[in-house]
């Protein structure tokens, strides 16, 4: 046998065949860590490749996309378009959102002329296969496989839907095969759709086809200045972009759970790593006594954190694609949260990042065991081999420069602007801030355990100083424990807050008694000047207020913003939740506006600025004269005075109606008048504000539902690494135990000692996490969540939950101490005295 | 120094065995501790001594005989009740020091009078009593790591004897220790076990650790037998 064969053999396959019990939880510790990550990727990317491949399916084969507000644009946009020299194919479309009757929810409808749309979405066209000319008979529909699934209808069978305030009956002419489009869709001839949803000669997209050899930007930049105003000629790629706009929130969301994953099991890999090599420093250094140079002791050491965790990551991938897979069969892409609504994703195995798990993990475990390993083969094996030695050397921990320079980083970092949209510089904040939290730990616990007042009791007295003896040992355990709860307690706080500041937002956007919508979402369902007055007229109504949803593009490359057309009183701070400009004061002859948060991040317009809207083909200057909180779009929307939206678009319809009731009347009967008014009025929305409250809520409660499941996944991985901890500080310390017992320590008294370290420890570490976690909780508030949503929220704590998550982590440190202790404590443990130490 | 006529500790007919199918370690020991005698027993590594000085202490108990401490039968005591004896009337020395890395050296001194419940007032003075005893006054405030091994075994002697115990119980309380310093660390026991009025028992493998006692014992075969000292 080599001389390194035989450090290796002397170094860790002992402890290999040794403690198998001990080496199952490290793997395990390992495996969780790696399974939660690499799931929570596969979900997120799995969802994504679905949406991206819809999207790519829509945009087909087109080279530019002409894209105007959804109202449309005038379909002569599009004879002027195909008569252009270089354009080898023009496809008018004429996007909608209807609303099926019976409670589905919005149907999307890609109207198309079909003979033009067949070589620019060949895949969608093919899909309708042979039943391609019967597109065109009244009223024809064809539906994907996905929505023919959730509309219960087939080929031959009769789907209605909302046009108006009224409804209309399409004829399903074919069911398209589900590899032709996994989403929920209609298509339909343009002619059609324009008729049926009253859009004659209105269309809202131009797909272009260029001849071989043009020049794609130069043609981008003559439409520009052909266009009418608020259309677009985009290329291809920003219309896929966008479709990926809406999944933000969900994917930051989710971001941020496997950047906790990762982080903990990285923390627990290292902290597991570390404690094994600092408690076998006597062997090492008897190794180094009789022969074994340190680059052999290093090398040995750095193989078996190999081992460990490429045998801890291999187990995680394959789990986390299980996991994965399960997850999506039963909750769907979007995690129960309904962000993708009838989106089928499937976690197809992806070998390249399975592979990359595979070796973050290996990766992780290493540089684990490395740097404990450096360490302990660089001492002197005189010094290691002194009793005590093991403390000596996690006490190096302690000096705190290095954990404020990059706790210094981190706060730099917060203070940095998002990168394409993206809080990337925010994500490095939490990294680096909760990287030096981490490193502060020793230091910290030193300090706080000196602060901790002596108790009289000799259980809690030995306790103490044995936990002052080994605060920097302590601290390495709890480093998994106190990332993965301050990043629970972070998203708590986050989670929290934007609740409470989005309770109280829609009390503020809700304050009528009731609301009335023809549809949640809708296009093509809309009340006319006439409804309006049906509905005006109707008993127990004391006042009322009309609204017209619209969208409007402020930048080519951005996706549009919503326009609200809505009477605006006197005070707006009574009628918006204003955040700035409740002061300003409105220059004479201006046209006001007030624009969500997200306007001003994304399009850098404040309180004062005059803001260029692009409106029925037209652009007018309106000033901005208040900026307020939208949780409803993150995209951006903007309100204008509904008089002065009608004079100049001249749209007189409505798609919202909010109710104040006469004083006596009921919600009930006015909402059953206003049903009994228009056909199918059962399928109208009639909401109370508390009921649309209590809606969201429930909608915002099932979005954050797996988020908790999951942070909870990564504190019983954190669990796991103190009970790891606990249990081989246990084993290290039988000795001791042993001469307390015989000194006259009851075995109780130990176990109790052993519970009130576990407490004492995991008491500063939930302090610790608690304050860490608030911090990391700025970050996610004020950096993180407002570059990703661009709005703000209020901070506000949990107090309750906090408390209760803290107690049950105390709880539960403590029980983990004393089952581990137990063992220890036996009575063939009590002649563990006569063991050298 | 003399035994008194009252005996502390009674062996009367002990056997003990680790399984019943593999021959007795101990078989038929009888043995007698008087009032304030110090006793060491001898013998060859394997033969038994750590075995016999479990059952002396009440942490095992015999398969047959039995060991009266003070007239109170070990072997009818449950763990509370044999702890608490323990803790109040004997005390130990190990070879391996067994002092507590995390606590001070006077913390460590005081963990016996701290399990007892004690003071304090009464502890601190009874604490410095034994430190300026085995000659670490002034080390209080000191951590064992600061000490040399002689010094930690002086702590461990001083912890074994700070709560006036009946029996000191010393398991080759020198085996760590270079022969000049074991010496020194012996004669310090033995003075130590009379001048606080204690009985003991000197569990060690060397002659020259035996003779520091008042009797040796032999335990050789199974069986305890009287050796005279060398001196």
Redesign the interface.
Known sequence: MSSFGAVVRAVSLGRLRGQPGRLTVTVAAIALGVSLATAVFVINAGALNEFGLAARKLVGAADVIVRGPRQGFDESVFVRLAQEPGIDVASPVLELEVVPLGGHPPLKVMAVDPFRAAPMQPELLAGVGRDLMALFEPGAVALSAEAARELAVRAGDVLSVRAGAGTYDLRVVAVMPADAYAQRLALMDIATAQWVFDRVGRINRIDLRLEQGRDVGRLRERLAAVLPAGVNALNPGVERDRAAEVTRAYRVNLNMLALVALLTGAFLVFSTQALSILRRRSALALLRAVGATRRQLELALLLEGLLLGAAGSLVGVVLGQVVASLALARLGGDLGGGFFGGLEVVARPQPVVLAAFLVIGTAVAAIGAWLPAREAAATSPSRALKSGDAEQAAARLRPVWPGAAVGLVGAACAWLPPVGGLPVFGYVSVAALLAAGVMLVPAAAARLLDAVPSPAAVTWKTALAQLRGSASQSAVSLAAIIVSFSLMVAMAIMVYSFRESFERWLGEVLPADLHVRVASSSDTAYWTPADQEAIADLDGIQRIRFQRWQEAYLAPDRPPVAVIAREVSRDPTQALPLVRGADFELPAGAVPTWVSEAVTDLYGIDVGDTLELPLAGRRFDLVVAGVWRDYGRSTGALVVDRDWYIARTGDETASHVAIWLAPGASAEDVARRIRGRFERGEDLQVLTGTAIRELSLRVFDRAFAVTYLLEAVAVVIGLIGVSFAFSSQALARRAEFGMLRHVGMLRRQVVGMLAGEGAIMSALGVLYGLTLGFVLSLVLVYVINRQSFNWSIDVALPWVQLALLGAVLVAAASVTAMLSGRAATSAQAVRAVREDW | MPASSRAVLQLSAIVKRYAPDRPAVLDGIDMELGQGEYVAIMGESGVGK?TLL?LM?G?DRPDAGRILFEGADLGGLD??SA??L???R???V???F?V????TVA?NVG??L????ASPAERAPRVETMLDRVGLAGYGQR???ELSGGETQRVAIA?ALVHRPRLLLA?EPTG?LDPRTASLVLELLRDCVHAEGASGVLITHSRAAADTADRILLLDGRRLSPAQPAR
């Open positions: 750590s479990n202490a942490l763990d509370d702890t608490l323990r803790r109040e004997m005390g130990f190990f070879q391996a067994h507590l890395p995390y606590m913390d963990l016996p701290d399990l007892a419940g951590y064992p790591r912890r398991d760590n």
